[in-house]
């Protein structure tokens, strides 16, 4: 059985969303070392929940494991090109399962060493299309949902609704299909995000 690592590694050149706070590593020396770190609570892979708009809703703590862990379906959207609306999506011929992970041209960028605007995001339609069709997590490969002119619509829409989103996930190598995601974010207490560890193991 094959585990794909879907998340990107942390370091401090992994390009943040404009604004975000920086990944900071203090490495501490010593018969024992123990770092400092900082990041931000949407540095690298990460999911946002509902108080990143200021929304009432669940923190990581809160969330059920299954919301996160389970049968999940892959995308292929990366030639396609423009936003990803409901046109788009309506498109697809299989029945559509809780956990959607979108992979678009975005997984590209991260090959480059600097933040890139010119992302491939969802639209508000298409939002709530995979709201009228039960999708509980929605997955996409870059450091926004929402395009970086967004209001901040789609990530409302999707949060109202009880989805999480899965931010910054790396699927270049990852072929579209049917897989489990096992996704684990930082166990915060109560935060707008949270950093993940994710992967897929193929069916
Ligand atoms: N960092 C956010 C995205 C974000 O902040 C954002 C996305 C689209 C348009 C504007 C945004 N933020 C502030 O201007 C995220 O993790 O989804």
Redesign the pocket.
Known sequence: MKIIDISVPLNETLPV?P??PPLVLAQQGGAFAVSSLSLAS?SGT?L?LPG?LGLDGPSVVDLPLEQMIGPCQVWDLSEHRGPIDEALLARRPEPVGPKVLLRTGNSRLWQEKTFCADYQALTADGAAWLISRGVRLIGIDY????????D?TV?RLLLEAGLI?L?GLDLRGVSAGSYELICLPLKLASCD?APCRAVLRSL
């Open positions: 969303f604004g975000d949407h990460h946002d990143h450091l926004s949902i929402e395009a970086p002119s967004g901040g990530h989103i931010e995000g």
